[in-house]
């Protein structure tokens, strides 16, 4: 029998870049592959695919910044995640390190350049996060979800799309069906790991404005932030508004396949499953997001007329219900948008195959321009 070679992918610790790399491990594992995972302790919650003795936890910190202390502290921290990768690195003996972003995929990424084993990153992102710019000089190859294909990594940059989840590709056979006449109208909103209490805040103040005859008709699912929830809740009941109101719902992508309208940032992965899902959406990207990377990700499927985009500087209460009574009083145009997204999107569905054979074809010595060449 002959034995399994070793993959090992690293994802820091958010949904965003964890996601993408547990879709990715599991098909390679299903191509019979041994697949470990490098992260840290902040994505235990997430994790269900892999099994415990396949999860390797890396020290690692930001080292960006001015405050000299952390900036000490985050070298020390970097320095013993070094250590650990190459200790695991020699004990796994991987054919490929791959990384997701994050800083916590620098210290293995990093340690398995200087040993010369083959590597790639995946940017989920429009734009290169600054882990992915400090490696990409270093590895073979630059996966990308939105990234234009341009600048000095051109030549070893491959658009893959961002891997979805199964769950995702399976509520994407599920058609959209407008709200029409008096039926329930299912308003998803959600802010991931970051922006989520300023839709606490706007949501009720903007369905405030609406008639009592629309909000009727509402039923609210939305993800706050723990210390938003009751208040949150009293606000909608005050209003005469149903909904369900959590600090975490493990089952995302059926909401979002549940949903009429959906308002949420802008993330690569809350872009990507959305606009595989079909589901017309407002889109407010997260303003302190590194490099305005939210909204370079809005803005690539705005263009197909399937989202609107709006700055957060520039959404008031006001109109904000205007965007919601809108939704709800043209389920066409609902229609027609989630149509438009669905299909600038077609190709997603098999971003994650295209990925695991991008693996496979590093693996194997192929050049970027023979993959390229076989994706085409």
């Not at 695919?49 to 020390?76: E, Q, W």
């Not at 070893?156 to 709200?179: D, F, H, Q």
């Amino acid at each position: 029998m002959t034995e399994k070679e070793t993959i090992l992918l690293v994802a820091g610790g958010t949904g965003g870049h964890f996601f993408p790399a547990e879709a990715l491990g599991s098909v390679l594992t299903e191509r019979g592959f041994d697949v470990h995972l490098l992260t840290d302790e902040r994505i235990r919650p997430l994790i269900k695919t892999f099994s415990s003795d396949h999860v390797h936890i890396i020290r690692s910190a930001t080292f960006f910044g001015k405050n000299p202390l952390k900036l000490i502290c985050g070298l020390s921290q970097l320095l013993c995640g070094m250590y650990q990768s190459r200790r695991l690195i020699r004990h796994c003996k991987p054919c490929l390190v791959a990384g997701f972003g994050g800083y916590p995929t620098l210290p293995p990424l990093y340690v398995a350049t200087r040993m010369r084993i083959p590597t790639f990153i995946h940017e989920q992102n429009a734009v290169l996060g600054r882990t992915n710019r400090f490696l990409a000089p270093r590895v073979n190859v630059i996966a990308g979800g939105f990234l234009k294909v341009t600048g000095k990594f051109s030549g070893k940059t491959i658009i893959t799309g961002n891997p979805l989840r199964a769950e995702v590709i399976k509520a994407a056979s599920i058609p959209y069906r407008a709200a029409r006449g008096n039926k329930p109208f299912s308003l998803l909103v959600f802010g991931g790991s970051q922006g989520a209490t300023f839709f606490s805040k706007i949501l009720p103040q903007a369905l405030a404005l609406i008639d009592s005859s629309v909000r009727n008709r509402l039923f609210i699912i939305q993800q706050a932030r723990l210390s938003d929830l009751g208040r949150l809740r009293e606000s909608y009941e005050k209003l005469g508004i149903k909904a369900d109101i959590r600090f975490f719902f493990s089952n995302m992508p059926w909401h979002i396949a549940q949903a009429h309208y959906i308002i949420a940032r802008s993330g690569a992965l809350t872009v990507a499953e959305v606009a595989a899902i079909g589901r017309p959406a407002l889109m407010v990207p997260y303003p302190d997001s590194l490099d305005n990377d939210q909204m370079q990700n809005a803005a690539m499927f705005a263009l197909s007329g399937g989202i609107d985009v709006v700055r957060q500087e520039q959404l008031m209460p006001e109109r904000l219900a205007t965007f919601i009574r809108n939704a709800i009083d043209d389920p066409d145009r609902l229609e027609s948008m989630a149509e438009a997204t669905r299909f600038a999107a077609c190709s997603s569905i098999m971003a994650t195959e295209r990925l695991a054979d991008v693996t496979q074809g590093i693996i194997a010595g192929k050049s970027v321009d023979m993959m390229k060449e076989e994706m085409a």
